[in-house]
Structures are given as structure tokens and as C-alpha cells.
């Protein structure tokens, strides 16, 4: 037996095998396009968004969702996942195999071969900087500056931890201009998309203000000014107790309001501005008693304590581990009755390397 060949069907016929041939077009299309892989966004704090990736750069992930709308995101706070829409096994004839939450983004060969793929996104790790720069000038004048600053941070869903030290040193002609080192850590945490609270732990001591032990604990409330691609600001109230240990005075608590502003400017992918202002005011008068090396006869009346700290820097990024920095510096503490010795101000030029 054999089947005749329709060499020359007739056009009804023909229009029934056109129908036929697209009908299972576009059959094996919808098969294709069920079984292609949906793109999902895992944020760090556990929430999954479905979308699809529009771009990375300088180490942030443009994603688009159709229910939010497009994000901007680090890559240290979120991984890239592509999951299947339809389960392989549906599309044999077998029941999904129900996984666990943090197995549901297998992929078909990682369920053959019994094991799944990471879906949660790589626990954020401590990213860093090391800053050092030095002057020497001979001639004329004597002149050395030595400046190490080391900075790390981390971000950890709503928290971002903030850690920073360095240690001054400059003379001038066999005098000690500066000799100081002082720490802080920072810990701050969102509480809404603007609105965020802060805590601020430093660390001084000053050899040339006799300032032999200075410990302050603030807490705040921030808000979140400007958002932008290229400009952030950030401003902020709140409270500092301060101990503070200090030659020819008496170890005190003092307390402070303050107030804070940070911003951070990118200019373009290789240079960014940073700036951050502090100003402290306390209403104690009896606060403001460090003499700094005056005789007793040089000391002037009590008078308002207050502190002023400001720092601007233009980083410079060479490659992706080292920078150059410029840096300015100024600090004022009016607790200090040598005039004198109560402003500190510089400029220092460093090389820095990212870890």
C-alpha cells in the first residue's frame, strides 16, 4: 500500500495546508517563547523583582520592571537571576517538582544533574580605601606633612555601615605643627526612601592642643535632600555627649547639638567631589577650659564652646584601584583659649588604593 502524493492540490486544499503549516508555526513559537527565561532582580534584603536588565555601570544595575517601573540599584546590594517561566517538567507531562524558596530559580540542567543555583544575592562584603600622602620641603624652611587615611564601608539592605581613620603629622623648621589621630564609625540606617537615622562613634587625640583623650557619641535624624544621578545631599540633626580629657583641665562631659551636611558630586566616571560639614554648639560654659600651653596670666574669659568641621575632596580615579585626591581640611574648636591653636586647616594631595 502506499499514500498518493498531492502534487498539485486544488486551492481549497491548498488553503487548508497553508492554515495547517501556520497553526503549527506558531505553535512551536509559543512553546519557544513559554519556555524563555524571565529575568529576576534579588535584592539583598530578600524582595524579587521580574523584569529585564537595562544596563550595568560603575557598578550599578539598570532594571526595568513592568510593575515599578525602572531601578537603580549597586551590584553589591542585588544579583542578576535568570529563572524559566514554565517548568521543564509541565512541558514533559510531569507535576512541578515544588522547591524550596531559595531553590526556586534552578535551572533545568541544575535539576537534572540534582543540584540548584544560587538565587540569593552574594552576602555584601567590606569595600575600602588606604590614602597616603607626604610633603618634604628643604631649603629655607624644614617642612614635612605626613597624612594616612584608611575608609571602609559597607551596605547591608537598609544599613550602611561606615568605618574611618587617620593620623596627621607635620612639622615646620623642627616645630610640631600637627600630631593628631582620630577614628569614627558610623552606622546608619533608612527608615523610609528619605528619611534615615544615624549614630556616629569617634575617636581623638591631639598632642599639640594637649588634648589627650576625646570621646563623642552622637545620634541623629537625616533626610535625604537630593537624589540624582550625578548629585546626593544629605542633611541632618541631632544630639553628641563628649568626653574629653585634656592637660591642666579636669576630665568633663560636655553635650552638643548638632547639625551635619554631606554631599557627593560625580562629575563623570573618573571624578567625583565629596563634602561633608559638622557644627557643634554647646550652651555649658563651663565646657571651654583647655589652656593649650598659655600661662595663667594669658587666659581669657569663658566664652561660648562650639566646633566646626568641614572637608571637601576632588578624587580622581587612575584605574580602578588606585586614585589621586586633593584634599581640604578645615576644623575650629572654639573650647581651645589659645586663638592660636584652635584652627587647623590644610590641603594634601595623596594617593589612594581601593581593597
Known amino acids: 500500500m502506499f499514500s498518493p502524493t498531492l502534487k498539485n492540490p486544488s486551492p481549497p486544499l491548498k488553503n487548508l495546508l497553508l492554515i495547517h503549516r501556520f497553526i503549527v508555526l ?10 524563555t527565561a524571565a529575568t529576576e532582580l534579588h535584592l ?23 510593575l515599578l517601573g525602572d531601578l537603580v540599584v549597586n551590584e553589591t546590594d542585588a544579583a542578576v537571576v535568570e529563572a524559566p517561566d514554565t517548568p521543564v ?14 531553590k526556586k530559580n534552578a535551572t533545568a540542567a541544575t535539576l537534572a544533574a540534582g543540584s540548584s543555583a544560587p538565587t540569593a544575592a552574594p552576602p555584601p562584603k567590606w569595600k575600602g580605601k588606604i590614602e597616603l600622602g607626604f610633603l618634604n620641603q628643604s631649603g629655607r624652611n624644614e ?12 551596605n547591608t539592605g537598609p544599613d550602611s555601615l561606615r568605618l574611618t581613620g587617620r593620623y596627621l603629622y607635620g612639622d615646620s623648621n623642627g616645630v610640631t605643627a600637627s600630631d593628631r589621630a582620630d577614628a569614627s564609625f558610623r552606622w546608619r540606617r533608612d527608615m523610609s526612601p528619605r528619611v534615615f537615622s544615624q549614630t556616629l562613634s569617634s575617636y581623638a587625640k591631639d ?10 557619641q552622637n545620634g541623629s535624624l537625616g533626610y535625604q535632600l537630593v537624589e540624582a544621578d550625578a548629585h546626593k545631599v544629605d542633611i541632618g540633626a541631632g544630639l553628641t555627649l563628649q568626653y574629653r580629657d585634656a592637660e591642666n583641665t579636669d576630665s568633663r562631659i560636655n553635650y552638643f547639638g548638632e547639625v551635619f551636611q554631606d554631599y557627593t558630586y560625580k562629575i563623570n566616571g573618573h571624578f567625583t567631589v565629596f563634602q561633608a560639614i559638622n557644627l557643634l554648639y554647646s550652651p555649658s560654659e563651663s565646657a571651654r577650659l583647655i589652656r593649650a600651653k598659655l600661662a595663667a596670666g594669658d587666659l581669657s574669659p569663658e566664652a561660648e564652646n562650639f566646633k566646626v568641621r568641614f572637608n571637601s575632596t576632588l578624587q580622581g580615579k587612575v584605574s580602578e584601584s588606585i586614585s589621586l585626591n586633593l584634599r581640604y581640611e578645615f576644623e575650629y574648636d572654639n573650647a581651645i583659649l589659645n586663638k592660636e591653636a584652635r584652627s587647623d586647616q ?7 588604593y581601593a581593597f
Open 89 to 102: 517538567e509541565s512541558l514533559s507531562g510531569l507535576p512541578p517538582i515544588d522547591l524550596p524558596r531559595g
Open 346 to 352: 590644610r590641603i594634601t594631595s595623596s594617593i589612594g
Open 44 to 66: 539583598s534584603n530578600g524582595d524579587r523583582v521580574t523584569g529585564s536588565v537595562i544596563m550595568r555601570v560603575e557598578g550599578k544595575i539598570h532594571f526595568r520592571s513592568d
Open 26 to 35: 506558531m505553535g512551536i513559537g509559543l512553546i519557544a517563547q513559554s519556555t
Open 207 to 216: 598632642k599639640v592642643t594637649e588634648i589627650d583623650l576625646n570621646l563623642e
Open 143 to 154: 617642612i614635612n606633612n605626613t597624612s594616612i587615611r584608611v575608609e571602609s564601608e559597607k
